[in-house]
């Protein structure tokens, strides 16, 4: 690119945005944004976007996050306000905090990407280009590499995606335009378009493991491997199709051994560790938790299969739980331990609403028609309290059912131990049940109408 590095670079971009456009669009978004930190790289995306987004009458957008980890970073921000304003760019910033940790770089990413996220959906843009390049994503498949990371972590990073557990939003997508492309041409770039950028100087903290990476290593490797970045980059796009047919077996593997929202662990034992491991790290993705270690699978393994069967298997996770109960495998969000029986209660009227919520217990109570119910004008008439059950309650299924105890019915449909810790009932003032959540109404001696209750929990 050195004869014309400003026509070539330019052309490069249009092919890729418009391939980016074509995987995930049916028709050319209208709006697009470019996460702006005023850098180099940022830089020269805002540059090339603009000259793109001018031809094809696309609205541009700037979005700039201020972490104020460094003193300089008001002046980043007004310098990137009044290069947009100088280009006719729309800008928008946000301002966001990061605490101190074990980790800085990686708390840094995760508020700036929520702050992009942000931004997008405030001014509806669908596409968010970052300016990540060729050596950018060499250093990302060394570090994981070196992190001893498996298929998924060495696939690095794909030109297009959609990252809603980093944007927050599943409609938004996420272009790297500049994949394919050096930095050095990016500088190149840069020099020739007579660019300013500021330059940020965190970049050359040594701390920083993608720091020493960059200006200890990978010198290092140029110059007993030159041009190590693309093939370093084509390896990743190899782990990338094997990450694909890896995702494929998973999805294969998940219907085979679905049981509802559960899996069967009968049926789990038929794989091998490795595609066992590999379909639950499938259902940690599908339920966007964190992806767990390799050792970590390898024990909640030998707790699942290994465990005696009336044991009560639970496995905690940062974002989650497994649990083990009858033939079945739970994933479950971590929640708050059940506040002590009797401790809370809520006295409430039914005025006729089709749902009453409560944020105490995480649910919502639904009065919906029936052709079997409860009367509603008796029903209107009762002071009524929602609370989780003290034990020794008993509930007539149906009319033609005997009067068994909770736990009894609990059991008959096969709802885990924990699960029925977080079901509230429905009772009068005076104590008598009305409805038990999971179950269903009391059908002994309540007046026949034509209402039924049903509780809903909070996903």
Not at 11 to 31: C, N
Not at 56 to 65: D, G, N, W
Not at 77 to 102: K, N, P, Q
Not at 357 to 376: H, K, S
Request: net charge neutral.
């Amino acid at each position: 690119m050195a004869d014309n590095p400003t026509a070539l670079l330019a052309d490069a971009f249009e092919r890729a945005l418009e391939d980016i456009q074509s995987r995930v669009f049916t028709s050319a978004p209208s709006a697009m944004a470019i996460a702006y930190s005023g850098g180099l790289d940022s830089s020269a995306l805002l540059h090339l976007a603009k000259i793109y987004a001018e031809a094809r009458s696309i609205a541009l957008y700037a979005f700039h996050v201020h972490h104020g980890l460094s003193r300089h970073a008001d002046s980043w921000l007004a310098y990137c306000e009044g290069e947009c304003r100088r280009l006719g760019i729309i800008f928008d910033a946000r301002r966001v905090s990061v605490e101190a940790g074990d980790s800085i770089e990686q708390a840094a990413r995760l508020r700036r990407y929520a702050a992009l996220g942000e931004l997008c959906s405030k001014h509806s843009a669908p596409l968010l280009l970052t300016a990540h390049h060729l050596d950018d994503q060499a250093e990302t498949v060394l570090l994981q590499l070196l992190r001893g990371a498996g298929v998924a972590g060495l696939s690095g990073m794909e030109t297009v995606s959609r990252a809603p557990d980093l944007l927050g939003n599943r409609e938004l997508v996420l272009g790297r335009p500049l994949l394919g492309v050096s930095r050095a041409e990016l500088e190149s770039f840069v020099v020739a378009a007579s660019i300013t950028h500021v330059d940020d100087e965190s970049n050359a903290d040594l701390r920083y493991a993608r720091n020493a990476l960059r200006h200890e290593i990978m010198p290092v490797l140029l110059r007993h491997f030159p041009g190590f970045e693309q093939r370093i980059a084509r390896g990743a796009r190899h782990a990338q199709s094997a990450q694909r047919l890896l995702e494929e077996l998973a999805a294969q593997d998940f219907v085979d051994c679905a049981d509802g929202e559960c899996l069967s662990l009968s049926r789990l034992r038929q794989l091998n560790a490795d595609r066992i491991d590999n379909l639950l790290r499938y259902w940690f993705t599908l339920r966007g938790m964190r992806m767990p270690s390799t050792a970590w699978l390898a024990e909640m393994r030998e707790q699942l299969f290994d465990g005696k069967e009336d044991a009560q298997i639970h496995v905690t996770h940062p974002d989650g739980e497994v649990r083990r109960y009858r033939d079945r495998v739970y994933l479950t969000a971590r929640q708050q331990e059940q506040i002590s029986s009797g401790a809370a209660s809520i006295s409430f009227r039914w005025n006729g609403e089709r749902s009453i919520e409560f944020d105490g217990f995480q649910g919502r109570l639904y009065f919906e028609p029936a052709e079997q119910g409860i009367d509603a004008q008796w029903l209107r008439a009762l002071q009524l309290v929602l609370r989780y059950r003290i034990g020794g309650e008993r509930l007539k299924a149906a009319q033609n059912r005997p009067t068994r105890s909770l736990k009894h019915h609990y059991q008959a449909l096969h709802i885990p131990a924990w699960e029925r810790l977080r079901l509230p009932v429905v009772c009068t003032a005076d104590g008598r049940l009305l409805f038990a959540a999971g179950i269903g109404l009391n059908w002994c001696d309540l007046p026949s109408g034509k209402v039924s209750l049903r509780w809903e929990a909070q996903s």
